[in-house]
């Protein structure tokens, strides 16, 4: 079956680092992917996704690109914030009678000013 | 603009006891999904709902049932609860099932079951 691998955290970085939060995936047919961002006593709210190989997903300073002959959707951002602090879960979305979706256990980001 | 909004936040329950959990909301939406969070696990599919009237089984359902009378409200209910069952509960919703579509996602409910 379809299964989502990511870097366990915690990440704990300084204000202003280069973040990266690896994802990989295993998976039949062609699936979506998303990045979702969780804040401490809220549900989980979509970050950015991408529908295709080779699509870039873009939000707030946040980017990932699907690569398929790699099997993954990293996300990346370049100078983050205290504010940026959350649990980021990479999911990935298959159709087929309704949106199954698959998620990685997240991976918890502390930035320390 | 609520979005989905989930009922109550937090409860505490004793082992043996029932409870629904409720979940509204106001996009519209045809599809309604619950899900447990327990840590080192990312989310589980409990049961969903494509529509009105309907529901189907997910990855963890027992020990629950669902229910959508009203397309708008989706409710999860606990027969008996054991101590397994305590978790953080997630609802959401999608406007179709395509996989593209983001799911909306409520606030949780933290259950505590002694």
């Known amino acids: 079956g379809d299964s989502v691998t990511q870097m366990e955290g915690p990440v704990t970085l300084s204000e202003e680092a280069f973040l990266t939060i690896n994802c990989t995936y295993t998976a039949t047919g062609y699936p979506s992917l998303f990045w979702y961002v969780q804040y401490p006593g809220e549900g989980l709210q979509l970050l950015l996704k991408?529908?295709?190989?080779?699509d870039k997903g873009s939000n707030k300073g946040f980017e990932a690109t699907y690569r398929k002959e790699t099997t993954s959707f990293h996300l990346e951002k370049g100078s983050v914030q205290v504010s940026d602090s959350a649990v980021y879960f990479c999911a990935l979305g298959q159709s087929g009678g309704y949106q199954k979706v698959t998620f990685g256990t997240g991976t918890k980001l502390q930035v320390i000013p | 603009n609520a979005g989905v909004t989930q009922t109550p936040k937090f409860r505490v329950l004793k082992t043996g006891q029932s409870m629904t959990l409720l979940c509204a909301q106001d996009m519209n939406h045809e599809y309604m999904y619950w899900y447990r969070q327990d840590p080192g696990m990312g989310l589980r599919l409990i049961h969903y709902?494509?529509?009105?009237?309907?529901?189907a089984k997910g990855e963890v359902p027992d020990g629950y049932n669902v229910s959508r009378l009203k397309k708008q409200n989706f409710l999860l209910g606990l027969e008996s609860a054991a101590p397994s069952q305590t978790s953080v509960y997630f609802c959401?919703?999608?406007?179709?099932?395509?996989?593209?579509?983001?799911?909306?996602f409520g606030d949780g409910t933290r259950l505590s079951i002694l």
């Open positions: 709902s494509v529509g009105e009237g309907t529901t």
């Open positions: 959401a919703s999608s406007s179709t099932g395509d996989s593209n579509q983001p799911q909306h």
């Open positions: 991408a529908t295709k190989a080779d």
